[in-house]
């Protein structure tokens, strides 16, 4: 797994640096500035980009212009974005164009090294991580009448929450300790109340966890 890490404090960087090469991951480069990060794109083609969120000039939403960026430079690219507050318009605006290959972690999880490595891996292998406590906020916040979201029950609200911290069925059902048929029925559920049916040109899952993401206004 080829690395490239754009991250603009240079303890956070080296340290990440550190952390992955110690689990014998192919750091290729790292980058302090937007400008950098794609350049090192550009000339590494890695597999995977952890990204921070605000980084200069404006320590706003570089990061996630770059990794978008970054993407569109190079299709597939998987990018993992660091994150140190809960920002909901920035993990939207990042999932905008679909969640295969992307993540969005708090910082204080790359501490939880575990965690961190695994979200990292399911990222790289294509699949879609949100940290959990992202989620959790997103879930106290998303609860006005007027969303398709509030059509929801408390049992669908946990698994679509789940879907978001890129679990799948079987992991679902071993979170909430139900069978793997019962955490197929609720998405189903879950698809019927959010109004999206069977597509074979979109991702059902990724669509409701965007439509959560964003509140139910999809």
Known sequence: ???????????????????????????????????????????????????????????????????????????????????????????????????????????????????????????ADGGSVIDPEVVAQLLARNRRPDTALSELSPREREVLGLMAEGLGNTAIAERLFVTDGAVHKHIRSIFAKLQLPPDDRADRRVTAVLRYLDGGQR
């Open 1 to 123: 797994m080829r690395i490239v890490i754009a991250e603009d404090d240079p303890l956070l960087r080296e340290g990440l640096a550190l952390l992955l090469r110690a689990e014998e991951l192919d750091v290729v480069a790292t980058a302090g500035t937007p400008g950098e990060f794609l350049v090192a794109v550009d000339e590494h083609a890695p597999d995977v980009a952890i990204v921070d969120v605000r980084m200069p000039p404006t320590h706003t939403d570089e990061g996630i212009v770059a990794a978008v960026e970054a993407r569109r430079r190079q299709p597939g690219l998987a990018v993992l974005v660091l994150s140190a507050y809960v920002e909901q318009a920035f993990a939207t605006e990042l999932f905008a164009v679909g969640a295969a290959g992307l993540g969005y972690l708090l910082k204080e999880r790359v501490g939880r090294v575990e965690e961190f490595l695994a979200a990292l891996r399911r990222v």
